[in-house]
Structure formats: C-alpha cells, structure tokens
C-alpha cells in the first residue's frame, strides 16, 4: 500500500525558506518519478514541480524557477522541496504525489495528505 507522508510546513515571511519532506513507502521508490503539487485557498490544484527516478532531471512550473528546488534520496525512500525567496501568493497546502512511472509526464496516481505552508508579512 503506497503511503507518502509530508511534513515541513508552517509559518514562513516573505522572503523566508522552507523546506517540505515527503516519506514514502510501500513501493519501489527509485523506480517513480515524484512530484509536488499545492492548492491555495479558494483555488484549484496547481502542479509545482518534478523529479525524475534517477534524481538526474528536474522540472518545474514557470512560477516557481529559481526559488523552489526539488531533489530525492533514494536510499531514504524520501523527495523534497527546499521553498526560498516565499511569497504570500505561496501559501498553500502542499502535496507530495507518486507519478505512473519513471517519467515526470506519466500521471500522478497516489497522493499524500499534504503539509499547510503560509507565508505572512
């Protein structure tokens, strides 16, 4: 059974950093691409980023090019989004999502419950 736990969230400045993990298990987890998505308050799912099950590609949303970055550590079973330079339009809940298959284009098929970031000034 897969399970992907985050954690990380909380309250952040802009300006400010954060960096979410997400736990997973009950899978192969070097043989998925892993991906974050956010939903803000009021507004629909938005995807954030990706990452490739060999670790050696990256992608992300326009929005989010040089101030997010996601890596993996396949021998914690764990993916991560290291938040920098925040902002109030970044406050969210964050979700960590398993993809199909090794490709970041396959869909996302399992989903953890997500982690709430908010940025306040």
């Known amino acids: 059974q897969v399970q992907l736990v985050e954690s990380g969230g ?4 802009p300006g ?8 997973a298990s009950g899978f192969t987890f070097n043989n998925y691409a892993m991906s ?3 939903q803000a308050p009021g507004k629909g799912l938005e ?6 099950s060999d670790v050696r ?9 040089g101030r997010f970055t996601i890596s993996r550590d396949n021998a914690k079973n764990t993916v991560y989004l290291q938040m920098d330079s925040l902002k109030p339009e970044d406050t969210a809940l964050y979700y960590c999502a398993k993809r199909l298959t090794n490709s ?12 709430l970031v908010t940025v306040y000034s």
């Not at 995807?47 to 490739?52: D, N, R």
């Not at 970041?104 to 982690?115: E, L, Q």
């Open 10 to 13: 909380g309250l952040a400045q």
């Open 16 to 23: 400010g950093s954060l960096r979410l993990s997400c736990a």
């Open 36 to 38: 974050w998505a956010r």
């Open 47 to 52: 995807w954030v980023s990706a990452i490739s």
């Open 57 to 65: 590609n990256t992608y992300y949303a326009d929005s989010m090019k």
């Open 104 to 115: 970041y284009a396959s869909s996302m098929d399992s989903w953890g419950r997500g982690t």
